[in-house]
């Protein structure tokens, strides 16, 4: 298989053109998401071990149907902020471990309540740094897996703009993961991709056009089961409409795992992530 | 470290000496010219011969550096002796689900790495014994592609949690890896649930799971099944972590503070349990065993 080079430099300057404007800083974030989505939610604080992590937001919440009915639900989100400010002090949606076991306290307590479980994912990664890795940031998200994993109340996630590395899994095994359509979820983001691949971070489009990083991709082997359609040419140009849609999928797929005994359940999403990724 | 001292009773501690390199050396290192039948200790360059570099675990015994040991050779030293026995799994296929190629096809590199290690995958699965108590034991090797965890390494690892829990054998696991194989994309990231979901399955049937972390072992590997052990063993110097040092260097500039990531650190921070001369792996993995399944 032969491309022209000028071919495949115009390929790799549209997936990376894909990656940013799932990067857009219009497209629907957590909070948004939340505000619009939720009502009588109240975010909770703190890990109880260490500190507050800001780049990921929890509390419990009601999740209403057109009809009226109001669903108990726990909501979890990495929220990567709005300005330059609120980015800062979100560090850009990359949490550290403490923002893990803030998710991992907020876990135990729905399924203390019994009530579902929705995790919003959009972080680039989970945080590289000393502090980071001194207090344990592959311990956290390990144990956040175990914990979505065995977790008893039903758990519905959603990949809204980037999911990338375990720091995106940690809040993404779940029962039914739905996507915006325009969303990216990798293994790692392009730049990272890019320096262990091809040990350079410039070819971030190189590596973006290779790693297919479209949440499409991640529907095609499994680890996503729907996508939520987004307005052309992205979800920045009407993020009300998308949050919208969301809502509507959030509510059929509670119906629906609402409904399945939990034992079963449980059996189900232990079967899926046995067979995850082929 | 009069801490670390105080926790190992004040014994003394020869691979000390060795100060864990961080980044490693730019550009490949000036070979000198190798006698035959000898080995260089890549902590402090001396040459051994090398049957007695074998007999002493690929150790250095004048620095203490614990070499790299392939997966096979790391089973036979952990199992009691003539126990060893391989799983066959040759049926476990791998993918390339973004039909890979940065340069070399992802499928010719994975025929590489057979070809040079002997194995099918980054994983190796066996039954043995250790201590006589029965295992499943699933040793990765960092010399298959970086160790990396990709779909067929983790159906490996899958079931050799599987094999665990229908033989009621305890589950010893040896962590060597780069992380998430880059190659499989997001096939790859799934791996972190689903080798999470055999540790899952493990807990739940009440048996004991050891890792034994060795250098290095760093991101999805270590952020899933590594560290969701009962008890987790570090050899001495090994570099630990989720991000790289380097990677970390880069991305805030900040200076890496003395011995960052090596498993003393990672014992200070109250990140593993002990870390084990290799030479002792195994009588602590039979104590331990020995005590949680009788
Ligand atoms: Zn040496």
């Given at each position: 298989m032969t491309r022209s080079p000028t071919k495949m430099a115009e390929q790799e300057r549209a997936a990376f053109r894909a990656v940013e404007l799932a990067r857009h800083p219009g497209r629907p974030r957590t909070l948004q998401v939340i505000a619009g989505c939720f009502s009588d939610w109240t975010e909770l604080h703190g890990d109880r071990l260490?500190?507050?992590?800001?780049?990921?937001?929890?509390?419990?919440?009601?999740?209403?149907?057109?009809?009226?009915?109001?669903?108990?639900?726990?909501?979890?989100?990495?929220?990567?902020?709005?300005?330059?400010?609120?980015?800062?002090?979100?560090?850009?949606?990359?949490?550290?471990?403490?923002?893990?076991?803030?998710?991992?306290?907020?876990?135990?307590?729905a399924a203390k309540f019994g009530i579902p479980l929705i995790c919003l994912v959009d972080t680039p990664a989970a945080h590289a740094g000393i502090g980071a890795e001194e207090r344990g940031q592959a311990w956290a998200i390990a144990e956040t897996l175990i914990t979505l994993l065995e977790?008893?109340?039903?758990?519905?996630?959603?990949?809204?703009?980037e999911g990338g590395s375990g720091g995106a899994l940690a809040l993404a095994v779940a029962d039914r993961v739905l996507g915006l359509e325009q969303a990216i979820y990798t293994v790692a983001p392009p730049e990272t991709c890019a320096a262990i691949l091809y040990r350079d971070a410039g070819q971030r489009a190189r590596a973006a056009l290779a790693l297919r990083p479209g949440v499409a991709t991640a529907c095609e082997i499994g680890l996503v089961d729907e996508l939520i359609p987004e307005p052309q040419p992205g979800a920045h140009v009407h993020p009300e409409m998308v949050i919208a849609a969301l809502r509507g999928s959030l509510l059929r797929r509670l119906d629906e795992l609402c409904a399945i005994p939990i034992e079963e359940l449980l059996a189900a999403r232990r079967r899926r992530y046995r067979h995850a990724g082929g | 470290m009069d801490a670390l001292m105080d926790r190992r009773g004040g014994l003394p501690l020869p691979h000390r000496r060795f100060a864990p390199r961080l980044v490693p050396a730019p550009g490949p290192k000036p070979q000198p010219v190798a006698p035959t039948g000898t080995v260089a200790c890549k902590g402090c360059n001396r040459r051994f011969v090398t049957e007695r570099y074998e007999r002493a675990l690929r150790v250095c015994s004048l620095c203490g550096y614990h070499g790299v040991v392939p997966a096979t050779l790391?089973?036979?030293?952990?199992?009691?002796?003539?126990?060893?026995?391989?799983?066959?799994?040759?049926?476990?296929?791998?993918r390339d689900p973004l039909h890979f190629n940065d340069g070399v096809a992802y499928p010719k590199r994975i025929a590489e790495a057979r070809a040079k290690t002997g194995l099918r995958e980054a994983f190796m699965v066996a039954r043995c014994l250790i201590g006589g108590n029965p295992i499943v034991i699933a040793c990765m090797d960092f010399g298959f592609l970086g160790g990396s965890l990709g779909s067929a390494a983790g159906e490996c690892f899958a079931r050799a949690c599987e094999m665990a829990v229908a033989e009621n054998r305890s589950l010893v696991a040896v962590c060597t890896s780069g992380g998430a194989r880059m190659q499989e994309g997001i096939a790859a990231l799934a791996q972190m649930a689903r080798c999470s979901q055999g540790v899952s399955g493990v807990a739940a049937a009440g048996l004991p799971y050891i890792s034994i972390l060795a250098d290095p072992c760093f991101g999805g590997v270590t952020a899933s099944f590594a560290v969701q052990s009962d008890v987790i063993l570090a050899e001495p110097g090994a570099r630990i972590g989720f991000a790289g040092g380097r990677v970390i260097e880069q991305a805030t500039h900040d200076k890496l503070p003395d011995g960052f990531q090596t498993a003393e650190f990672l014992l200070a921070h109250g990140m593993v349990d002990q870390v084990v001369l290799r030479a002792d792996l195994r009588d602590t993995v039979a104590r331990l065993l020995g005590v949680y399944s009788r």
């Open positions: 260490f500190g507050d992590d800001l780049a990921v937001v929890g509390g419990p919440a009601f999740l209403e149907s057109p009809g009226g009915e109001r669903r108990q639900v726990m909501v979890i989100g990495q929220e990567k902020g709005r300005d330059a400010e609120s980015r800062a002090l979100r560090n850009f949606g990359m949490p550290h471990p403490e923002g893990y076991r803030k998710a991992q306290r907020l876990m135990r307590q977790l008893r109340v039903p758990v519905v996630s959603v990949v809204l703009s | 790391r089973a036979t030293q952990l199992a009691d002796r003539g126990s060893l026995h391989l799983a066959d799994f040759s049926d476990v296929e791998d």
